[in-house]
């Protein structure tokens, strides 16, 4: 696609719902990141995904979150047992290779209530 | 822990003044350098990227590395109203993966 694609752009849940957040990367793009941005707060890193692997998850900030990417392509971001304090934009990255300055999608705005 | 700082800002200048805008890290690995702008409410957009140390030009744009400083900075000359944004600078970290970002700096230009 032209950009890289997030959906749904906005989600409302209730506290202890699972929800799946979708980002669709840019053709050919093999890096693929998500972080997350929460009101007032810079963007905190998640995950980064070359190809399907992911060589680090260190930012995922409990065992709640987890993140797959299928095809080299778009990637899913779930979320177990939402709670308050996971209220934030998601936001979904994607580089032609590693880092060359990212193109960033128009996020999923969280709302856990 | 590896860190990108800036001042939070705002940084208030008038139409067709320069704004500087700074940042220091802290991972001396480090050797990529961006810089991303921010509407309010939207995704950031890559402005840009610095690797050497010196200045970079880009239009209104100038990007200057200090690699023994350890410091990024940006200057935009010619401000416009719709510079008014928040600017945020990241450092790539040493494996090359994955960007760190500094909470940014709130950037308004008076008409």
């Known amino acids: 696609g032209a950009g890289v694609s997030q959906s749904p752009s906005n989600k409302v849940t209730e506290k202890g719902k699972d929800v799946e957040l979708r980002c669709d990367p840019i053709?050919?793009?093999?890096?693929l990141y998500w972080y997350r941005q929460s009101l007032g707060q810079g963007l905190e890193f998640l995950i980064y995904?070359?190809?399907?692997?992911?060589?680090?998850k260190s930012g995922l900030p409990s065992d709640r979150f987890s993140a797959e990417r299928t095809g080299g392509s778009v990637s899913t971001l779930t979320i177990q047992r939402t709670q308050q304090e996971d209220s934030a934009v998601y936001l979904c990255?994607?580089?032609?290779?590693?880092?060359?300055?990212?193109?960033f999608g128009s996020g999923t705005r969280l709302t856990v209530v | 822990q590896k860190e990108v700082e800036q001042n939070s800002g705002p940084l208030s200048v008038p139409e067709g003044a320069i704004a500087s805008l700074n940042c220091t890290y802290s991972?001396?690995?480090?050797?990529?350098f961006f810089w991303y702008r921010q509407y309010s409410g939207k995704s950031p957009e890559l402005i840009m990227s610095?690797?050497?140390?010196g200045d970079k030009e880009d239009g209104r744009f100038t990007a200057q590395l200090n690699k023994a400083s350890q410091y990024v900075s940006l200057l935009i000359r010619d401000s416009q109203p719709s510079d008014s944004a928040t600017y945020l600078c990241?450092?790539?970290?040493?494996?090359?993966?994955?960007?760190?970002f500094g909470k940014g700096t709130m950037l308004l230009v008076s008409p």
């Open positions: 990255a994607s580089t032609p290779d590693r880092v060359y300055g990212y193109t």
């Open positions: 990241a450092a790539a970290n040493s494996g090359y993966s994955t960007l760190t």
């Open positions: 610095i690797y050497s140390n």
């Open positions: 053709s050919g793009h093999t890096a």
């Open positions: 991972d001396r690995g480090s050797q990529s």
């Open positions: 995904f070359q190809g399907n692997s992911a060589p680090d």
